[in-house]
């Protein structure tokens, strides 16, 4: 997915350096050659994470999962990490990274979408919010089809 100079796309283990240095603005050290290794298991289970790339360095990332339920017919996808750069937050990273997850939860037959949110991010609950999730236990979801 492209749009206006921003490029989202599987991560790969060529952004480890960067992504290790996104990660570490919210607090999560992570040294690069352990983020690729981690990138790389990401690939071989039912979970994918989505970069956002403009000029540089990673702007925003998007990790998700998706596993079966028992009240759902469809797995579920839960977006375990979503991160934009912040000096890059605002201007609408955050939303297309969201939209290519929940293109990326359909693709996998996901019927819902669901975002966990830390107790200490209440910019994150507002975004949720704010972009049709609804609030659910400790999180938010979305459905991704009409129910019918």
């Known amino acids: 997915m492209s749009r206006f100079g921003l490029e989202i796309r599987a991560a790969t283990a060529a952004e480890a350096p960067g992504l290790a240095a996104l990660l570490a603005t919210a607090g999560h050290a992570v040294p690069p050659q352990q983020l690729a290794d981690r990138l790389a298991a990401l690939r071989q289970a039912p979970a994918t994470a989505l970069v956002a790339l403009r000029w540089g360095p990673p702007s925003g990332l998007?990790?998700?999962?998706?596993?079966?339920?028992?009240?759902?017919?469809?797995?579920?996808?839960?977006?375990?990490?979503?991160?934009?750069?912040?000096?890059?937050?605002?201007?609408?990273?955050?939303?297309?990274?969201?939209?290519?997850?929940?293109?990326?939860?359909?693709?996998?037959?996901?019927?819902?979408?669901?975002?966990?949110?830390?107790a200490a991010a209440p910019f994150l609950r507002e975004f949720a919010a704010a972009t049709g999730f609804t609030e659910a236990g400790a999180g938010f979801i979305r459905a991704l089809r009409r129910q019918g």
Request: glycine fraction near 8%; proline fraction near 7%; hydrophobic fraction near 45%.
């Open 62 to 118: 998007v990790v998700l999962h998706w596993y079966p339920t028992l009240t759902e017919a469809r797995p579920t996808a839960l977006i375990t990490t979503l991160l934009v750069d912040p000096e890059e937050r605002r201007i609408g990273i955050g939303r297309l990274l969201l939209k290519a997850a929940a293109q990326a939860a359909r693709s996998a037959g996901c019927g819902q979408l669901e975002l966990a949110v830390p």
